[in-house]
């Protein structure tokens, strides 16, 4: 049995995945634990430890483009929408996002998935400038990269979670991607979150996506049947962890709000290039627009779907 050396985040719907970790004859994965996902993505960017690795989208666009030979499936671990990405104290006079403009806004790092999305968000449907916030920011990049001139950098050993304890900062990025351990009241900027959120995505089609399955080139070039045995694999163990969704004993938050989506989405957790081409199109155009990779490829380019494109195609830069 070869084994694939292998990190995916603690998704329910990978259960049956990690229960039968065998994808192919003689071949199976390996499945790694790592303390901070954040930290695997940054390694799979930079040197590619791993055979297989789930990998923030965004990171994933800016490595591919200096060069690493890696590949995305569509395979979307994460959804969210990111209306309710930004949050603010509780109480600021703050209504729309484009009052954020002029105002600092603290995010983990100015590359962070969660922040792309929200941003482009924010552009599209509230006519933002985001060139007139200032994005206050508490890690490094995770890549080399020339950063905008309106982000500024939290001074060694202070976190956004302190900067909005003190009131330096009044508004920030929720959860990981910023303020998620403020000691202080918090509340979304948006309101009204469900029906806007709703709204959006019937307007747009567009259910954001926040990590995807990646693989190393020369591992899809040794197996040409790995990139259709890893999709097929992981949709019978999502369709699985579907089946049984609405019977789950202690249902997590994400669970809940699976529940909830597929009342009026249907697939909560849609996989495959066609099934999220309006997700896929938008991340390439915030992620170009800015700043984080200089061209926009085409999106088919780039995540690539071994339903329809042959065993050994592999993601390519223009």
Known sequence: MQYLKTVLGPHAQLDGLRARPEIAPGLALELIS????????????????YDVCEMAPTMYLMALE?????????????????HSGIQKRLGLKITSPKDLEGKKVGVRNFSVTAAVWTRGVFADDYGMDLNRVTWVTEEAENLDMQLPPNVERLPEGRSIADAITSGDIQVAFDGLAGAG???VPMEALVADIAAVERSWFERTGIYPIHGVIVVRNAVLEQHPELANALYRRFEEAKDSYLAGLETR??????????????????????????????????????????G???????AEDLFIDPRTSGPTRLAHWN
């Open 181 to 183: 351990e403020a000691q």
């Open 34 to 49: 790592v303390k901070r996902m954040p930290d695997a993505y940054r390694d799979m960017a930079r040197s590619q430890p």
């Open 249 to 290: 004993k202690e249902p997590s938050g994400d669970d809940r709000r699976y529940q909830k989506l597929r009342t009026w989405m249907g697939d909560p957790l849609p996989y495959g290039f066609a099934e999220n081409r309006a997700s896929f199109d938008a991340l390439v155009r915030y992620a170009h627009e800015q």
């Open 66 to 82: 200096r060069g690493a030979q890696i590949t995305a499936l569509p395979l979307p671990m994460t959804r969210r929408f990111r």
């Open 292 to 298: 984080l990779i200089g061209a926009a490829p085409p």
